[in-house]
């Protein structure tokens, strides 16, 4: 019998494990694709978690120092980094938390009065202004499911 030389794979043996690769493929990108939505949801949340901790607590500060401080009732969303240098104290502390995020501190929504039955006061958070697609993080009562972020409308309490 003859000795070969020849060394390396047949077509079949590659044939085969293109296959399994294709097939682990289609197992692992649909579920790679909601660990990203479930990761934007998250951060979405925090955000809007964040934004909502600073109005408060600022706005508490400032009440309990005896300073007059204005109501927040942005209901239509406005670029965080707009608010820059705002003359309104509850804006510029949103600025102020979120600004390290850089060109992408987001889009936000906050309702805030001080009356003490203000229990409509809510913040909203997400990427940009658009609808389409879009997660928005909602605090309080964040959404927990991905496809319930994508149904609030931006700028009314879901």
Not at 45 to 51: D, P, S, T
Not at 71 to 76: M, P, R, V
Not at 108 to 133: E, L
Request: aromatic content about 8%.
């Amino acid at each position: 019998m003859r000795k070969s030389n020849k060394k390396g794979f047949t077509l079949v043996e590659l044939v085969v494990v293109i296959a399994i690769i294709g097939v682990l493929a289609a197992i692992l990108i649909p579920t790679m694709l909601n660990y990203v939505k479930k990761s934007r949801l998250k951060t979405a949340n925090a955000n809007a978690k964040l934004v909502f901790t600073t109005v408060n607590n600022k706005g508490a500060d400032k009440i309990a120092d005896g300073d007059e401080i204005d109501d927040l009732n942005e209901t239509t969303p406005v670029e965080i980094n707009g608010w820059n240098g705002d003359s309104n104290i509850l804006k510029a502390a949103v600025y102020d938390a979120l600004k390290d995020n850089g060109d992408g501190a987001g889009w936000c929504v906050v309702v805030w009065q001080q009356a003490d039955d203000a229990t409509g006061n809510f913040a909203q958070w997400q990427t940009n202004s658009t609808t389409t697609g879009q997660i928005t993080g909602q605090f309080p009562d964040p959404a927990k499911e991905v496809s319930d972020a994508e149904g609030f409308t931006f700028g009314t309490k879901g």
